[in-house]
C-alpha cells in the first residue's frame, strides 16, 4: 500500500482543499492498514506485501471519510473525520482486499487448469492464508475501536459478503438465472460493503439515522452500478485488456447482466444462439450479439438509472464540496474504462 | 452438528453429574453454533451442513466450559457457566472449523496434483468460501456479547492463527527445520486458540488475572501436545489409518516432531539415510527409523512432559471433579488414537 492510487479525486483539480484533506487522510489511512499487517515473523510482512497488487481505487475508504464529512456543512463537515473513521476505513479496504486474494484462488485454479501446476499448489494456498489473514486483521482492527455496535454490523456485512459469493457460486454456469437472482447476488457481493462504508462512516460522524440510512443506500446503489460496470467491462473490454480480464466472468460460468438480458429476452430464437456462442467461448460474437440485441444498452441504462437514484439519496446532505464529489464519483463509478 | 461426539467425556460415568451437565451444555453450544449459521439462502444452507463432515472432539467448547467452572468450588463452580460461555464456545469452534475447511483446500489440491481434476475446482472454492463464512460469522456471532475486549482478543488469536499456518507454509520441504521454528509454528497454529478457549472462558467467568492466566497456559501447554501426538499419529498411524491421514503431513513436506528430531539428531549418516527415506516418500522405512532412533519416543516425551507441565499449571483451581476432568482431558490429549 505504500503507493496510493486515487483515480476518483485525480479528476479534480490539485489544489483543490477537499481533495487535498481526502488525500492526506487516505495517506493516513493507508498508514493504519500497513501498521495493522505488521508481523514480527519476516514470511508474513514477505506475503502480506503482495496484496499491493490487489491495490485498488480506494473507493471504499475514500466513501468512509466523505460520508463523514457529508454530514456536516462545509467546511465544518471536515472535523466531522475523526481518528476512528481512519481505522474505520482501513477494515473495509482490508475486507476488500481479502475478497480479492480469495477471488485469485479461483484464478491461480484457472491457470491450474490450463496445466501450469508448478509452484499452483503453494500460490494456492498461499493466497488462502493471505486472505484468512486480512480477515483476522481487519476484524482486530476494528476491534481496537472498542465499539461493539461497528463489530457487529461489520461481522453482518461479512456474512452477507460471503453468502453472495456462496450464491453465486452456486449459481456457476446456470444459464438460466433471472435478473432477481442476478441483483442479489450483486446486492450482497458488491454492495453491502459499500454501503456499510457510507453508512458506518456517517454514523461514527454522529449522524442521525436518517442521513446515515441516506448514505447507506447511496453506496449499494453505487456499489450495484460499480458491479454492472465491471461486467460490462468484463465483457466488452477492448484487446489491450482481454489478456487480463475480458471474458473471464463467462470462463467461470458467471452470468454478466447484459448476456442475463440477452439469455432472458423475448426472442427464443436468439436465446439459441447466445447459448452457442457462450458454450462454444465466442467472446467476440457474443459481444456483436448484446450490441446488435440492445442488452448491452440497457444494462448501461439500469447502471446509469442506479448512479442517478444513488445521488438523489444525498438530497438529506448538506449542499457543498463534499456532496458534489460523492457525486463526481457516483458518475465516475460508471464513466470508468478500468 | 446435529450429532455430537464427546469422546473426552464418553470416558467418564454417564451418570456423572458433571459430565451431564457438561453435556447438556455441549447441546446449547451447538443450537447457538447452527443457528448463527442459519441463512436466508438454500445454497448457502445445503454447504453449511457439510461442516458435520469437519466435525471434532469439541475439545475447544469444552475447555471454555470447564475453565469457566474451575474458577469456583464444586459444585458452585457450575454457576460461572453463563450463557455468553456457550456463544464463546461456540465462537471458537467455528473459528476451529474454518481452519479445518481452508486446510481441506490443500487436501482437494493434493487430489489435483494426482489428476483427479474434475470438479476440483468448484470444490476448492465452495471450501475458501465456506471457511470465509465460518469465520465471518465466528466474529459476528462473538461480536453479540457486545464485549470488546472478547472481539480483540480473539481477533489478535486468529492473527497469531494465521501467522502460524503462513510460517509453516514458508516452511515447507525445509528439511532444515530446527525445533524452535518447530514449537513457533504449533504454538501460533494450533495451542493460541486452545489457550484462548481456556483463558477466554475464565475471564468471562470473572476469574483474576491469576487464575485466567494459569488456565491459558494449561490451554496453551495442552494444544502444543495436541499437536506433537497429531504428528506422531499421522507418521505412526496404523494401517486402517493410512488410507484416509497417515503419511500426509510428509506428503505436504511438513515436518511432525519425530522426524524433526531424527534430521537434527547426532548422526549425520543416519540424517543422510533419513533424507533418502523422506525423498523417497518411504513412509514404512521411516517408521523404522524414528523408532530405531528413539526420536519417536524422545517426542512422546515431549508430549508428556507438557501434559505434565499443564496439569500443574491448574494448581491455582480449586480441587474437585472439574479439576480432575480437567486433568482427565489432559492425559487423553496423548492417549488418544485418532
Given at each position: 500500500m505504500s503507493v496510493l492510487r486515487f483515480d476518483m479525486i485525480a479528476?479534480?483539480?490539485?489544489?483543490e482543499p477537499l481533495a487535498e484533506a481526502i488525500r492526506s487522510e487516505l495517506v493516513q489511512v493507508t498508514a493504519v492498514f500497513d501498521a495493522q499487517l505488521e508481523s514480527d515473523q519476516p514470511c508474513v510482512n514477505a506475503l502480506a506485501r503482495h496484496i499491493e497488487h490487489y491495490r485498488g481505487k480506494m473507493l471504499r475508504p475514500m466513501l468512509v471519510l466523505l460520508s463523514a464529512a457529508a454530514?456536516?456543512?462545509?467546511?465544518?463537515?471536515?472535523?466531522?473525520?475523526?481518528?476512528g473513521h481512519r481505522v474505520l476505513a482501513a477494515t473495509v479496504e482490508m475486507i476488500h482486499m481479502a475478497t480479492l486474494v480469495h477471488d485469485d484462488v479461483l484464478d491461480e485454479a484457472e491457470l491450474r487448469r490450463k496445466?501450469?501446476?508448478?509452484?499452483a499448489l503453494s500460490g494456492n494456498e498461499a493466497a488462502v492464508m493471505l486472505g484468512d489473514y486480512l480477515i483476522s486483521n481487519a476484524f482486530h482492527l476494528c476491534s481496537s475501536l472498542g465499539d461493539p455496535r461497528l463489530n457487529l454490523a461489520l461481522g453482518k456485512v461479512t456474512n452477507t459478503l460471503c453468502e453472495g459469493e456462496l450464491v453465486q457460486l452456486s449459481n456457476?454456469?446456470?444459464?438460466?438465472?433471472?435478473e432477481p437472482t442476478y441483483f442479489e447476488i450483486v446486492r450482497r457481493k458488491t454492495a453491502s460493503l459499500v454501503g456499510a462504508s457510507c453508512e458506518l462512516g456517517a454514523e461514527l460522524a454522529g449522524a442521525n439515522d436518517q442521513v446515515s440510512r441516506a448514505l447507506g443506500r447511496f453506496g449499494e446503489d453505487l456499489g450495484i452500478a460499480f458491479q454492472i460496470q465491471d461486467d460490462v467491462l468484463d465483457l466488452m473490454g477492448t484487446d489491450d485488456e482481454v489478456g487480463k480480464s475480458t471474458g473471464r466472468d463467462l470462463a467461470k460460468g458467471k452470468l454478466t447482466l447484459p448476456v442475463v438480458k440477452l439469455l432472458r429476452g423475448e426472442c427464443s430464437d436468439s436465446r439459441v444462439r447466445a447459448l452457442d456462442l457462450i458454450q462454444s467461448n465466442d467472446a467476440v460474437g457474443l459481444r456483436a450479439k448484446v450490441v446488435e440485441s440492445g442488452s448491452l444498452e440497457a444494462a448501461r441504462n439500469v447502471a446509469l438509472g442506479l448512479v442517478h437514484q444513488a445521488k438523489g439519496q444525498l438530497a438529506c446532505v448538506p449542499p457543498g464540496p463534499v456532496r458534489d464529489l460523492l457525486h463526481t464519483m457516483a458518475d465516475a463509478v460508471v464513466d470508468r474504462s478500468a
Open positions: 479528476k479534480l483539480d490539485q489544489a454530514t456536516d456543512r462545509w467546511p465544518a463537515g471536515l472535523a466531522r473525520i475523526l481518528p496445466g501450469r501446476t508448478i509452484n456457476r454456469g446456470n444459464w438460466e438465472l433471472d
